[in-house]
C-alpha cells in the first residue's frame, strides 16, 4: 500500500511538470540507463565467462574438471574484481568507470577476449597468451570506438523516440526507467553477495576431500550462473 501511494505522489508530481522539463529528465536518466547498462553487462561478462567454461568442461574426466573448476573459480573470484564490484555498490556515479571500476571493466573485458587462454588469479592475461602489445592495443581501441558509437547511437535514438511522447507517456517512461535504474542498483549488491559468497565456500571447500570438494564446487559454481537475478535489463 506505501508503495502504491508512493507511486501515486510521482506521477501527479509529474502532471506538475512542463513537457520540456519532462522531456529533459527523460532523455537525461535515458543515457543514464544506457551507461548503467553497459557497464553492469561488461561486469556481468565475469558471470557469464563463468557460465561458458563451466559449460564447456563437463565432458571432461573428473580429474581434469577438478582442476579446471578451481582455476575458473579463482579467475572470478580475484581480489580486483571483488574490490570492483564492491566500489560499485557504494557508487552513484553513471559516469565512466574510474580507478577500480575501471579495472573491474577491464578485467572483465580481458575475461571474455581471453577465451583461448588462462587468466592469472588476479585476473590478468598470463604472459603465454597475452596478444602482442600493438595488435592488443589496436583491438582495444577499436572495442573502445565501438562501444562509444553504439551508446551515442542508442541514445540518439531513444531521444527522438522521446520528444514524439505525449505527457502522459513521458510520465510513465520516466517512472518506468526509475523503476529499472533501481533495479541495477539491486542486481550489482546481489552480484557482489554472489561472488563474496563463492569466494568463502571456495576456502571452505578446502579441507574436503577429492569427490566431496568436486561436488561442491560444482554447485557453488551452479548459485551463480543460474541466478536470473543477475542477469541485465532489456529495456
Excluded: W
Excluded at 555498490?89 to 575501471?102: E, H, L, V
Amino acid at each position: 500500500m506505501g508503495k502504491d501511494k508512493k507511486g501515486k505522489n510521482q506521477n501527479l508530481s509529474g502532471e506538475f511538470k512542463l513537457k520540456e522539463t519532462l522531456q529533459k529528465e527523460d532523455i537525461e536518466l535515458t543515457r543514464e540507463l544506457h551507461r548503467t547498462d553497459r557497464q553492469y553487462r561488461e561486469i556481468y561478462g565475469v558471470v557469464q565467462k563463468l557460465s561458458d567454461t563451466y559449460e564447456n568442461c563437463k565432458g571432461h574426466a573428473p580429474p581434469q574438471r577438478y582442476t579446471e573448476l578451481k582455476d575458473m573459480i579463482k579467475m572470478t573470484i580475484s581480489d580486483n574484481i571483488l574490490a570492483a564490484v564492491k566500489q560499485a555498490t557504494q557508487s552513484k556515479d553513471p559516469g565512466p568507470p574510474k580507478g577500480k571500476m575501471a579495472g573491474l571493466v577491464l578485467a572483465c573485458r580481458q575475461l571474455s577476449d581471453n577465451a583461448g587462454g588462462s587468466l592469472n588469479v588476479d585476473g590478468k592475461a598470463s604472459s603465454s597468451t597475452q596478444p602482442q602489445p600493438s595488435r592488443q592495443h589496436s583491438g582495444k581501441v577499436t572495442q573502445l570506438l565501438q562501444s562509444s558509437l553504439t551508446f551515442n547511437r542508442a541514445a540518439g535514438d531513444s531521444s527522438d523516440k522521446i520528444l514524439q511522447l505525449h505527457k502522459a507517456e513521458l510520465i510513465q517512461d520516466v517512472e518506468q526507467k526509475k523503476k529499472i535504474k533501481d533495479r541495477y542498483e539491486t542486481k550489482v549488491l546481489r552480484l557482489h553477495n554472489r561472488l563474496d559468497k563463492l569466494k568463502r565456500d571456495y576456502a571452505e571447500s578446502k579441507h574436503l576431500d577429492f569427490f566431496r570438494r568436486y561436488t561442491a564446487l560444482r554447485e557453488m559454481i551452479k548459485l551463480v550462473i543460474r541466478d536470473e537475478g543477475l542477469k541485465p535489463e532489456d529495456f
